[in-house]
């Protein structure tokens, strides 16, 4: 392939992969599926029921795995024995993924609450019929894209692998970087607005989760208005520059040409990493020198 025309599919991978991250994110932030899940659980037990959604029956990365493969499978089959459209076929797939995820989402939610009614948490209904559409429509969007860019890599990148197979291994990606970028971002400083910044959560505070939002009581759609405007995006850039740049070290130098061409890929792969580890750790100082722990107060003789 020409180097240009691989530059060029690499950067359609690259968007398409930074809208299935910041979409994954979101979604999971709707359904309190992301870290903090833990204390939305605990919530009712400590006599603070609420009306965040939480279907949390797994992580983020087996679940977003699950929507890969399920939407790959039925991609290619669509393809391969019937013939379909690539376009209708991703579509097709990602929907099915969808539906099996509303499904999911439903059953999870409900059978919690349930089990919580000896804690006095109620079932929505109306929980239900608002947030599920919502993980849906972001379910079906975080797929699509992982099925584009996994179409990409096998049909125009000659990738070995599957499309059923990338579209897991995607959906592994997509999930453990939502879940340990994005949910940064919607933890503590979300959930715990009623306690001061940087006080840590004392155990006392279990549960204290805040319950009351801008306008009524807060719920999970209410933590995906507050994440859209930083977790969710920085969880796309991650996402993408992940498959951007594992693809663009073998575009450039491509392991097909010979020996040394595969070589120098694994070289600039370590340096992109070493390069990205040095710049991380210079943000983490900057940002505890500038925005450090409290100082304690000076008491004057």
């Known amino acids: 392939?020409?180097?240009?025309?691989?530059?060029?599919?690499?950067?359609?991978?690259?968007?398409?992969?930074?809208?299935?991250?910041?979409?994954?994110?979101?979604?999971?932030?709707?359904?309190?599926?992301?870290?903090?899940?833990?204390?939305?659980?605990?919530?009712?037990?400590?006599?603070?029921?609420?009306?965040?959604?939480?279907?949390?029956?797994?992580?983020?990365?087996?679940?977003?795995?699950?929507?890969?493969?399920?939407?790959?499978?039925?991609?290619?089959?669509?393809?391969?024995?019937?013939?379909?459209?690539?376009?209708?076929?991703?579509?097709?797939?990602?929907?099915?993924?969808?539906?099996?995820?509303?499904?999911?989402?439903?059953?999870?939610?409900?059978?919690?609450?349930?089990?919580?009614?000896?804690?006095?948490?109620?079932?929505?209904?109306?929980?239900?019929?608002?947030?599920?559409?919502?993980?849906?429509?972001?379910?079906?969007?975080?797929?699509?894209?992982?099925?584009?860019?996994?179409?990409?890599?096998?049909?125009v990148l000659a990738h070995p692998f599957p499309l059923p197979l990338l579209a897991f291994i995607w959906g592994i990606t997509v999930g453990a970087i939502g879940s340990s970028t994005g949910d940064v971002h919607y933890g503590a400083e979300r959930e715990f607005q009623n306690v001061e910044f940087g006080s840590g959560l004392n155990a006392a505070n279990s549960g204290n989760i805040v319950r009351k939002a801008e306008s009524g009581l807060r719920n999970g759609i209410d933590n995906s208005w507050f994440c859209a405007k930083f977790g969710g995006p920085v969880t796309g850039i991650a996402f993408g520059m992940t498959v951007f740049l594992s693809g663009w070290i073998t575009a450039v130098f491509d392991p097909s040409t010979g020996t040394t061409a595969g070589w120098l890929s694994v070289i600039a792969g370590a340096i992109i990493v070493l390069a990205l580890i040095i710049w991380n750790r210079r943000i983490e100082v900057a940002a505890r020198n500038t925005y450090g722990p409290y100082k304690e107060d000076e008491v004057e003789a």
């Open 1 to 155: 392939m020409e180097p240009l025309m691989g530059m060029g599919v690499l950067a359609i991978i690259g968007a398409a992969a930074t809208i299935a991250g910041a979409s994954e994110d979101l979604e999971s932030d709707v359904g309190s599926q992301s870290n903090p899940n833990s204390q939305v659980q605990l919530a009712p037990q400590m006599n603070y029921p609420h009306r965040i959604f939480n279907k949390a029956i797994s992580g983020e990365p087996p679940s977003n795995a699950m929507l890969g493969a399920v939407g790959g499978t039925v991609t290619s089959v669509l393809m391969n024995a019937y013939g379909l459209s690539v376009v209708f076929a991703i579509a097709a797939g990602a929907l099915v993924a969808a539906l099996i995820h509303g499904t999911y989402c439903t059953s999870a939610y409900m059978g919690r609450s349930a089990s919580q009614k000896r804690f006095r948490q109620p079932i929505y209904l109306d929980i239900i019929r608002s947030h599920v559409p919502v993980m849906m429509g972001f379910a079906y969007i975080t797929t699509f894209c992982i099925l584009v860019v996994s179409y990409l890599m096998t049909a």
